[in-house]
């Protein structure tokens, strides 16, 4: 996580478990469904979750709705796997 992410800044790390999301039942599309009424809202979401035997209550202040990572090409780098998937001659 980068250091100036919302989930850093709530103290969140690699590995903690969300059990609950506005004290209802962690479930995908409910932290989907979360996420997209922040952006909208001013208030942060509470999350419930899991860190090894500790259960703790994080507010996390995040309002850019969903996002998914991609990858882009450097165009300042040769497009290797342009040749990896080439056909063969």
Known sequence: MRGNSPAFKAGLSPGTQIIAVNDVAFDPDRLKEVI??????TAAMSLIVREGDRFRTVELD???GLRY??????PDRPALLDAILAPKK
Request: aromatic share 6%; no cysteine.
């Open 36 to 41: 997209r009424a922040a952006q909208h809202s």
């Open 69 to 74: 990572p991609h990858l882009e090409r450097d």
């Open 62 to 64: 995040y309002h850019g």
